[in-house]
């Protein structure tokens, strides 16, 4: 047999799935010792260029309440053309399509190679996409002038057939009609009065016929027609260029010592409303582009007088952010009634201060939509994250899918206690649901409005069995993936994965199921459930629990003397872990201190989205090292790394940091690079930049891009990463020659491993 | 006569560039600065010299005067009725006394005092004559010959003529004649006395007498007397002797009027003021029947005489209290010292003293304020006097302004306020030695001490927000509702407006107007425009919040036409287009004003709406309106909530409107109820304008609707006002009426106050009023330009006080009276049932004039009905009054039309009340084809008419041509191109243009005609007998009237039996 690591990759390549254990603890005892829980990260829409969707549809399971699709897992038997369900048992028909069905002639869903397989819906015509803009007017005259270009270079990027919108605004809200002749109209609401979408589709004339229910596409295909606010890419992009170009600064004056009057707030509820009434339940991107905090109207975040300055974490911890609450809520509401809809939320918050982001997280974090933080539209880093919004896969199709519903099935030993990801509940009660909620609970079904290949969620499950009756060996559990979504070619589709893990007994097996531990996956994992409850708990807690997770972890599985700290040792399997959970505690994701509320909220938004590897990146920045010395690699990331004669490259996910040692720098600076002779120093130096560059071209959202070196301001961001191994405390006990001390307080890896042997092996603890 | 030396006299007069006559006589040099329209060098000013004849001048007489007389003389000339006859210069002597300068001048020429004294004649004359204007100061009388008459005054007023009476004792009295009215008396006297008369403004009153040839046609008539009942002496017979009482029961005719008559008879003197016996006598004894209706006062007769005696005379306000032309002469005005009676009217120049004679008497005492009358081009617009930057220069306790009533004191250190007698101290940068005679040196060149009316420049502190204003806005809002689409009208609109805004406003001297303009076009949600010049096309937004207005854009919504002209014209071509296809029929209107008030507030300005709309507002927003009209609550006391506005947002909006200076002027087109009481209630809170076409047709009333359009933008305006009329102690303004907004009881607002706007001011007595001093009162108004400065526009008049009811009688203004009561009359019936209105209304006139007859008529048969001279036609207007739709009270006027009236009613002012309820029938069958003059107008009666005429009439708000059964076909072909009336089409409002003389001038007499009325009316064109005949005949005031209400005969009669129960 393989071994884990292959097995697990092997796994994620075809699944999209990693577990935390891949042997299961057969009682529901014996999984709650294991400290981390069984889960799994799964990406429901892993991109499998190997994989052709198959053009018919799923076959069901007939029982009302299990309608599991038929997978490789299951018992057929070709004779009688019955199968049956792994899940509940259920012995089903084989529907009439299938009479030629034999065991030498299966269906594509029965073959082991598709535990992963694809459907396509050929039922009901299709809707097209659509992409309502909705653009602050209250920016500078060049980042209006750069925002406005960059929305006209898209419509060349948007499939022809897809609808666009534009609503602009300022102190007042601006939905523009598209396909008027001679005179440019719209239809502008106050920015301070909440509407409800009744009144807004009023407001702006839509059909009230149009307004349905479960997404009648006939109602949609008669919005087509009379909705004056949404029209066709292909029919209006002449007006829509000509529209954008006229596009002018909110003409309010802004008096001294204010702030514009931003109505965000209703500018996104009169957005939300517009494909409420027109198309419910139909793919639909929401663009948000903000140049500042709203300032006025509901959800509004800070007043306008720039003598208040919008909220700190500070003023958060008082208990001092008047608006804040509110304006939560608001976005909240406005967050759930978007996911109703299947629709998504993007937000593009390029300002120099904060814009509310963490208010208007939900928006996106419900939804499915992106945030993108910048410091001005003016910037590569929006324009190229903005472009590739709108990127495509091998296939031609976008990156993006919609209106995603997500089902988990479970076999009976197993439970889902819930989801921490992009998505909202849809309360699908369910014998699959267990009482025990760990992030969005309670259901066994999701919605994802908004859904590209790199969506991941984190899925917890519970065994089910007690202690005294645990499930048998060698019986496996099985749990299927049932992802529903619509693709970006407007298709309805299906996706459907199913995995099977075998039950271990923890008395006995208990290493076996050590060395079935995902160690990145778990710490993914489990970094995901203390930024989950760091959205509501206090910081400090939220690190003691982690704390305490680990410490239980390291007695569980730590092989050690009691209270002999030197003799403690950690499987291979674990080995990785503790270093993960110390960079974690020092990550923005759960540090506030240096970040203000919107950056925080901003790197919590992808961190529980993004897949596992970039997860980690994040958690656990990357290190490169160039040198003379040899082809690059990858360094500890250490201040012992940061060396005279090198350039560190640095990947957090966010930022993508080139450093260059002292030595380095003072050659560059000499110019040697420019010399024939020194040719090699110039391949050095353009070595990292190329890999940046690689980096750069696949990351989304653009991290933001670093050049610096020894003693530069923004080699900050570096020091602030890398281990403070050596610190101006501890420089000359240590007495290295190499590496930079780092001027902090904070702990470094070696004291925390310390302080973790001691408490795991401590009799007391 | 006066003419000449009108036209003649530069110095006040003519100039042109400043104001007139001033400048060349102050011409300050040094002054200047401070008034640009002075320009004039100093030295000219002598002025003052000889005769002058303003009041304070005739102090002068003594004076240091100064050189130059030249100038003034003529002024002199103009004062004086006739110059020519009284050369100034004779005066000097008289002219002791202070007060009256005007009699002074008077005084000489008359007749030797001596005739006068004997003659009471003769003193009539002078009476009459000076009194034209102001004689009311009467009493002092300088000349000799006056003085016994004095006595004479106070009782004597309209009494029925003592004429001759030699001096017995009573006579005098009546003869007070020398001050009003009177008139009448006159010409006994030796031929003389003639001269005199002319001028008087009462002349119609009185009786002129005789036969006056002038008057020919009226009343003179009666001579016979009639029969029973009345005394008529008939003018002349009354002769010499016939005095007393009866003759003229009327007054007899106007005869005063003219210069010329006085020689003629003596004996004329028939006719008292006037006293009516007429009816009285029918009901005394036979059945009136008899009566005939000449010999009743005739209110065309009384115009007629009054524009023949005073007309074309330059009208000097030199005098305290004097009495101006009636408000249907043409003449001059020259300021010296008082406010023209085109910015002010009173309902009585002579103010009883005390508060109980006040109410003996019930004679209201009211002054119409139309305080942006427009003055005719040869008469010099208001100076601007700019007192730099601390403001213009207030007393500082009542805070009125400085004026001519300020008395300089202590060597001009300190001044004295004529309304408070507070005393301040004159500003170092103000100071000025005073002559001899106590006046500042400077009098002359500055208006404010010198004028009646004039402006100062308001500094920040009169600004709203102390900040400087910008120029007023004027926002175009078209209701693009199926209908008006349908109709035409939004396409007639937008295309008029392309050549219409070429034509704003704009300040004197200035290239291109500095308004701004807006559209906005609305069915149940509101458009509006962004028309920046930089834009290609233009931006329509769309604003369907109704229940919350706001406006969408600033920039480019409010904006120079010259500037965005292609854009405007893009749009204007848009307009019609954009909703061609559009089957929206509901509307707003709330939220439409609110829009007005956003966009004013947001561009910081005040200016005024035009609002073009069809129906009533039933759309799901603020203000909607629910159809209330029933007729069944036609007299009964609930009727008066017909013409009460529904209740909600109306009342707030006026309010935001006036508090923003947003004026609202609306066009309705409605095809059947609209609740104009309601929707009008803004306009008519706001210095707005309702205009209303029922049942609108492009092709007829399209030019009559654009008109009105043209008219209202282009007529001289100010914003944002806000006005206070400040009165010398003893009494004080009460009541106010107009197109107005009060927050408090002192404080007038106005969004906006245009030419036609007046407004109605009741004073009430606090303290007893000295003779002495007389009255004054200072209207101020604060108000916008359109170039946006801020400025005040004072108004100052002085008025008598007496202790005498006689005075006050003599004093009074019919004209001003009927516009108090139709006012007065119009707000009370928000409140009280229409009958009972009406009982007031009848019981007030029987009691001021049973109150005159019982005070100030020479005792007579209570058979007969005596009327003051002044009030003559009293009567007949108080009657059509309460024939007004308003009043009526008839299930078959429309309520909104009814309602319409009433508000338009609130916003008259005295021209348009009297023409209103007075209509001119002007007959143009026997045109004199080459003549300028207009035929003279006949009574509205349909006796008057006859089946082979061509009439016709206009009010002021509707226009008939109407034609005669057997009207000769050559008058109908060469109108209207038919062979005869039969082939005449049933809908035309317009002649068609022909090619000959007859047609030439009846249309350049409409045309005319149109010119001169605020609002333009719409040419209906009735055949006798034909169906539309009725709309034509309710207007004929002195007939019975269709809807319910006496003839003017019945109701004299009922009068004067009332006021034979009141005298018993």
């Known amino acids: ?765 | 006569m006066s003419q000449q030396g009108y036209v003649a006299a530069p110095p006040y007069s003519q100039a042109q560039p400043g104001m007139g006559g001033y400048q060349g006589g102050f011409g300050a040099g040094p002054a200047q600065p401070l008034y640009g329209h002075y320009g004039g060098p100093p030295q000219t000013f002598n002025g003052p010299p000889t005769g002058m004849m303003k009041a304070p001048v005739s102090s002068a007489a003594g004076m240091p005067p100064p050189a130059a007389p030249s100038q003034y003389n003529p002024n002199v000339q103009q004062n004086g009725a006739h110059p020519q006859r009284y050369p100034p210069p004779a005066a000097p002597a008289s002219y002791g006394q202070p007060l009256q300068s005007q009699y002074n001048n008077m005084a000489p020429a008359a007749p030797p005092p001596a005739q006068q004294l004997t003659n009471q004649m003769s003193t009539m004359n002078l009476g009459s004559y000076a009194s034209g204007p102001m004689q009311s100061p009467p009493p002092p009388t300088n000349s000799v010959a006056q003085q016994p008459f004095q006595p004479a005054p106070p009782p004597a007023m309209g009494q029925p003529m003592m004429p001759p009476g030699p001096q017995s004792p009573h006579m005098s009295p009546i003869m007070s004649a020398p001050q009003s009215p009177q008139a009448n008396m006159p010409m006994a006297g030796p031929p003389m006395a003639g001269p005199p008369m002319a001028g008087p403004p009462m002349a119609g009153p009185p009786m002129g007498g005789p036969p006056m040839s002038g008057m020919g046609r009226p009343f003179p008539a009666p001579l016979p007397p009639g029969p029973g009942g009345f005394q008529q002496p008939g003018p002349g017979p009354a002769g010499p002797t016939g005095y007393p009482q009866q003759a003229g029961q009327f007054g007899g005719h106007m005869a005063g009027p003219q210069p010329g008559m006085m020689g003629p008879q003596p004996g004329m003197m028939g006719p008292q003021p006037g006293a009516f016996p007429g009816s009285a006598g029918g009901l005394a004894g036979p059945p009136q029947k008899k009566l005939d209706p000449d010999s009743i006062p005739s209110t065309t007769q009384v115009i007629e005489d009054d524009q023949a005696k005073r007309g074309g005379q330059v009208y000097n306000t030199n005098i305290r209290g004097q009495v101006p032309p009636l408000v249907t002469t043409e003449f001059p005005i020259q300021d010296q010292g008082n406010a023209s009676p085109r910015f002010i009217r009173c309902t009585t120049y002579s103010l009883p003293c005390t508060a109980d004679l006040a109410k003996q008497c019930q004679v209201p005492l009211a002054a119409i304020i139309k305080p942006f009358a427009s003055v005719p081009k040869n008469e010099t617009p208001l100076y601007v006097v700019n007192h730099g930057e601390t403001g213009p220069i207030r007393c500082n306790r009542c805070k009125a302004y400085m004026c001519p009533y300020m008395q300089f004191i202590d060597g001009g250190r300190r001044f004295q306020c004529g309304f408070c007698n507070c005393v301040n101290e004159v500003p170092a940068f103000y100071f000025q030695h005073l002559d001899h005679m106590g006046r500042r040196v400077d009098f002359y060149e500055r208006p404010e001490l010198s004028l009646g009316s004039y402006e100062f420049a308001a500094t920040l502190d009169y600004c709203k927000n102390n900040k400087v204003q910008n120029p007023p806005a004027f926002l175009f809002m078209i209701d693009v509702s199926y209908n008006n689409v349908k109709s035409g009208l939004v396409k007639l609109i937008c295309d008029e407006l392309k050549t219409l805004l070429d034509n704003l406003p704009c300040e004197d001297g200035s290239e291109s107007s500095a308004i701004k303009v807006g559209f906005v076009t609305y069915n149940k949600v509101l458009h509006f425009y962004n028309v920046k010049s930089a834009l290609a096309q233009p931006q329509m937004m769309v604003v369907s919040d109704t229940a919350e207005m706001f406006v969408p854009l600033l920039d480019g919504f409010l904006v120079n036409y010259q500037e965005s002209r292609a854009v405007i014209y893009n749009l204007l071509d848009q307009i019609p287009d954009m909703f061609a296809e559009s089957n929206e029929s509901e509307t707003v209107f709330v939220p439409v004003i609110q829009a007005g008030v956003e966009a004013f507030k947001a561009a910081e300005c005040s200016g005024k709406l035009f609002i073009f709309h069809s129906s009533m507002p039933t759309a799901e927003a603020p203000g909607k309106l629910k159809n209330r009209d029933d007729k069944k609550l036609v007299n009964t006391d609930k009727e008066k909530t017909l013409f009460q506005p529904q209740k909600g947002v109306y009342e707030q909006l006026s309010k935001e409107c006036v508090a923003q200076g947003c004026c609202v002027d609306l066009f309705l087109f409605p095809s059947q109820y609209v609740d104009v009481a309601t929707m009008a209630d803004v306009p008519s809170h706001t210095g707005g304008s309702v205009y209303k076409y029922n049942n609108f047709q492009v092709e007829t009333d399209g030019e009559h609707f654009l008109t009105d359009l043209r008219k209202d933008v282009q007529k001289s305006i100010g914003f944002d006002a806000i006005m206070r009329v400040r009165t010398s102690t003893g009494f004080r303004a009460t009541e106010f009426f107009g197109a107005i907004h009060m927050n408090n009881t002192t404080d007038i607002e106005m969004a906006a106050v245009d030419c036609d706007k007046a407004l109605t001011v009741e004073f009430k007595h606090d303290d007893t009023l000295s003779e002495e001093t007389g009255a004054h009162m200072q209207c101020a108004l604060l108000y916008t330009t359109i170039n946006g400065q801020r400025r005040l526009r004072i108004h100052n008049l002085s008025l008598n006080c007496s202790l005498q009811l006689s005075e006050l009688y003599k004093s009074c203004e019919t004209d001003s009276l009927i516009n108090f009561f139709a006012k007065s009359a119009c707000r009370a019936i928000l409140n009280q049932p229409l009958k009972n209105v009406r009982e007031i209304l009848v019981n007030q006139t029987a009691h001021m004039l049973s109150c005159y007859r019982k005070n100030c008529a020479t005792p007579s048969a209570a058979s007969q009905l005596i009327l003051p001279d002044a009030m003559k036609v009293f009567p007949v207007y108080m009657n059509s009054l309460m024939k007004s739709a308003p009043l009526v009270g008839s299930t078959e006027l429309s309520t909104d039309d009814r309602a319409h009236q009433r508000l338009s009613i609130m916003a008259m002012g005295v021209e348009d009340t009297q023409l209103l309820l007075y209509p001119r029938l002007t007959p143009l069958h026997n045109l004199d084809v080459g003549s300028e003059a207009l035929p003279a107008p006949v009574r509205c009666s349909e006796e008057r008419l006859s089946e082979s005429g061509m009439f016709l009439l206009e009010n002021g708000q509707s226009m008939f041509l109407w034609l005669g059964q057997a009207s000769p076909p050559d008058i109908v072909q060469s109108l209207f191109n038919v062979p005869s009336l039969a082939h005449l089409q049933g809908n035309m409002s317009a002649l068609p243009e022909l090619d000959n003389p007859l047609s030439a001038k009846v249309r350049s007499i409409i045309s005319g005609l149109m010119e001169k009325r605020p609002n333009s009316m719409k040419l209906q064109i009735v055949r006798q007998k034909d169906k539309p005949e009725m709309l034509f005949r309710q207007f004929l005031v002195e007939d019975k009237s269709l809807h319910g209400g006496a003839s003017y005969m019945d109701f004299l009669c009922y009068v004067h039996r009332e006021i034979r129960l009141l005298l018993t």
């Open chain 1, 1 to 765: 047999m393989a071994t884990y690591q292959e097995f697990i990759q092997q796994n994620e390549d075809r699944d999209g799935v990693r577990f935390s254990w891949n042997l299961w603890p057969s009682s529901r005892l014996e999984a709650t010792r294991l400290v981390v829980p069984v889960s799994c990260l799964f990406t429901p829409l892993k991109e499998r260029p190997d994989l052709p969707p198959v053009q018919y549809e799923p076959v069901l399971c007939s029982r009302a309440n299990c309608k599991a699709v038929l997978n490789p897992l299951c018992q057929v038997d070709f004779r009688a053309k019955i199968w049956a369900c792994n899940f509940c048992f259920q012995r089903n028909p084989f529907p009439p399509s299938y009479a030629g069905i034999s065991d030498v002639n299966q269906p594509a869903e029965l073959m082991p190679q598709f535990s992963t397989i694809e459907y396509i819906v050929q039922r009901g015509p299709t809707a097209p996409l659509i992409f309502l803009y909705v653009v602050d007017t209250c920016l500078e005259e060049e980042d209006l002038q750069a925002l406005k270009e960059s929305l006209q270079m898209s419509l060349s990027l948007l499939p022809p057939n897809a609808l666009v919108g534009l609503i602009t605004f300022g102190r007042m809200v601006q939905v523009h009609e598209l396909s008027c002749e001679g005179i440019a109209k719209s239809y502008v609401f106050r920015g301070t009065k909440d509407l409800t979408s009744k009144q807004i589709q009023e407001m702006l004339g839509l059909k009230p016929a149009a307004t349905g229910q479960q997404g009648r596409p006939q109602a949609a295909q008669d919005a087509e027609a009379t909705c004056k606010f949404l029209q066709p890419v292909h029919r209006v992009d002449m007006n829509l260029t000509d529209l954008l170009g006229e596009l002018q600064r909110d003409p309010w004056p802004v008096p001294q010592g204010k702030r514009p009057l931003r109505s965000t707030g209703v500018a996104l509820s009169v957005a939300v409303g517009l494909l409420e009434g027109t198309y419910p339940n139909t793919g639909a991107r929401v663009m948000l582009f903000i140049g500042g905090p709203p300032t006025q109207g509901p959800g509004m975040v800070v007043g306008d007088e720039l003598k208040l300055p919008i909220r700190s974490w500070h003023d958060i911890q008082k208990d001092n952010a008047r608006h804040l609450k509110k304006a939560t809520k608001y976005y909240e509401a406005m967050a759930n009634r978007t996911a109703v809809n299947g629709h998504c939320i993007d937000i593009y918050a390029c300002a120099l201060d904060q814009s509310g982001l963490l208010e208007m997280k939900c928006l996106s974090n419900l939804t499915g939509g992106h945030i993108v933080m910048g410091d001005a539209f003016n910037t590569s880093l929006f324009k190229q994250t903005f472009q590739r919004v709108f990127s495509k896969d091998y296939n031609g199709d976008f990156r993006m899918a919609f209106g995603g519903v997500l089902e988990v099935k479970t076999s009976r030993e197993v439970k889902v206690c819930g989801t921490i990801g992009p998505c909202v509940s849809l309360n699908a009660k369910g014998p699959s649901v267990s009482e025990n909620e760990m992030g969005t609970g309670g259901t066994s079904q999701w919605k994802i409005c908004g859904l590209n290949p790199s969506t991941t969620l984190a899925i917890f499950f519970e065994v089910v069995n007690q202690h005294n009756a645990p499930v048998p060996q060698g019986g496996r559990g099985v749990i299927q993936f049932v992802t529903q979504y619509q693709h970006s070619s407007t298709q309805r589709r299906i996706r459907v994965s199913t995995v099977a893990r075998n039950w271990a007994d923890a008395q006995t097996q208990i290493q076996h199921i050590e060395s079935s531990f995902d160690q990145e996956a778990a710490a993914v994992i489990m970094a995901r459930l203390g930024v989950f409850r760091a959205e509501s708990e206090e910081g400090p807690d939220v690190l003691r629990w982690l704390d305490r997770q680990l410490i239980r972890l390291c007695q569980k599985f730590g092989q050690f003397n009691k209270d002999d700290p030197t003799s403690f040792k950690l499987s291979e399997s674990l080995s990785l872990y503790p270093q993960f959970m110390f960079h974690l505690r020092r990550s923005p994701f759960l540090q506030v201190f240096n970040n203000s509320p919107d950056e925080s909220s901003y790197y919590r938004h992808h961190f529980v989205r993004q897949d596992l590897t970039q997860s980690l990146i994040m958690v656990q920045p990357i290190l490169y090292s160039y040198s003379f010395h040899g082809p690059p690699e990858p360094v500890l990331l250490d201040s012992s790394s940061i060396l005279q004669d090198r350039i560190l490259l640095m990947d957090t996910f966010f930022q993508l940091v080139i450093y260059h040692g002292e030595t380095i720098a003072q050659w560059r600076k000499a110019g040697y690079q420019e010399m024939a002779e020194y040719e090699n120093f110039k391949q050095l130096l353009l070595a990292p930049l190329d890999d940046a560059q690689e980096i750069l071209q696949t990351r989304f959202p653009m991290p933001r891009y670093v050049d610096t070196e020894h003693g530069g301001s923004q080699a900050r961001f570096l020091l602030s990463k890398v281990n403070p191994s050596q610190t101006h405390n501890n420089l000359y006990a240590w007495g290295q020659e190499t590496g930079a001390p780092i001027l902090t307080d904070d702990v470094s890896l070696q004291v925390f491993m310390d302080h973790l042997k001691k408490l795991a092996v401590s009799s007391s603890a």
